[in-house]
């Protein structure tokens, strides 16, 4: 994981826990909003890279990767 994301997690989980233990300005409660979108934004983009370097590959050693797969790239 990237420093970035893990400065980000921190955050989201240190906004979480004051949520919980004495509530949050609707500031907070923006910004909270705002980085779990980026974090969700990132979380899916690492996921398609993932997704789109996975190459189908039958018993006989044929690639057989479905072509709607190769647009992703």
Do not use: C, W
Not at 48 to 61: F, M
């Amino acid at each position: 994981m990237s420093k970035d994301m893990d400065m980000l997690i921190k955050e989201i989980n240190a906004l979480a826990k004051k949520s919980k233990e004495q509530g949050l300005t609707e500031e907070e409660k923006k910004k909270q909003h705002t980085l779990r979108q980026k974090y969700l934004e990132i979380f899916r983009g690492n996921f398609r890279n993932q997704l789109a370097s996975i190459k189908v590959v039958d018993p006989n050693g044929n690639d057989v990767t479905p072509h709607r797969k190769h647009k992703i790239h």
